[in-house]
């Protein structure tokens, strides 16, 4: 009897295995029973055509009913040929079934050979290969790659935040990002910027990453926004996006950028970092608090020095920036628990993490219960956010 510390090459040693080309000779030709031992997930992503699935931990359960006679001929596969072989060994050596094989490989030799499989609607065959990891993930799946594949997700920014955000979501398969920036690569970027590199110092820093992302990735169609955010573009550029990454690097553009996102009723994944802390938090209009019920004013310039000035460990800009991109795929897939209504401090050189609860402020000038109605007509119309605040105060 097969127990499960039994080495796998002795179980297949005892069972009949058969080479994908030889099985599918036989199940066009014959009338085998075809049995997929794996689970669901993996079944989702591509079958063979008349299998029945079967998970691993059922067949003892299901193959009576499935195949009540025993001297008909089974043929079992799974991913590589290892699961399918135990099952094989189960059938043929507790179960006393006559005529059963296990096809060596499993689905990943079957289609290495060109062999046809039934799979989902949407994801082409190297998709399939390049989400793998993540449609085998049960949260994520086809489905939820797919909903990645279709969505629009707009940064802030390709800097420090930005940069490594971009370039994950970009691995992840979000359909269209698109990235806002005026700035061009500086070699003081690249000490975090991983999204730039050395050859295009000078360039502009959105054509650096659209290059980086096309070369990771050709599912991603890149938006290249050139310029500087105000009040007179925003709701132009926001209201195409389903996500905004905030990666900001002043307090007038967050600030204008939380009042035109509330009024768009756009979600934004705002992180900031300096010298060795970062923060985030996942701002979802009216379901949670907004920016500016989280900070109502900005500080004053003197107690939010530059990045020039302050300093910034690179690596905070990749944990930070990585943390935004985690709550974008969340939000996108529609799993897990956003950041909404906490706000993450992170301390590198302690390495702790630290949350606090933020409610929304119901005297919130922007999302509060008493604030002015924008009709539409005003809709594009917002303060002088130069005015708002004195220069770049926060670092990119
Ligand atoms: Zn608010």
Redesign the pocket.
Known sequence: MATATEPIELIKSRIDQVDPQSAEQEIEGGDPVLIDTREPHEWDLAHLEGAHLVPPASVRDRIAQLVPDRSRRVILYCATGNRSARAADLLQNELGYESVASIAGGIQAWTEQGLPVIAPEGLAPEQRMRYSRHTMLPEVGVEGQLKLLNSKVLLIGAGGLGAPSAFYLAAAGVGTLGIVDDDVVDESNLQRQVIHNTQRVGMPKTESARLSIEALNPDVAVVEHNLRLDADNILEIIEDYDVIVDGADNFPTRYLLNDASVRLRKPVVSASILAFDGQISTFVPFEG??Y??LYPVPPPPEMAPSCGAAGVLGVMAGVMGLLQANEVIKLVAGVGEPLIGRLLLYDSLGTRFTELKVN??PD?P???EHAPQVAESEMGRFPDYEAFCAGPVLHP
Request: hydrophobic residues 10%.
């Open positions: 608090p907004c500016r019920c929304r402020d919130c922007i999302c509060g």
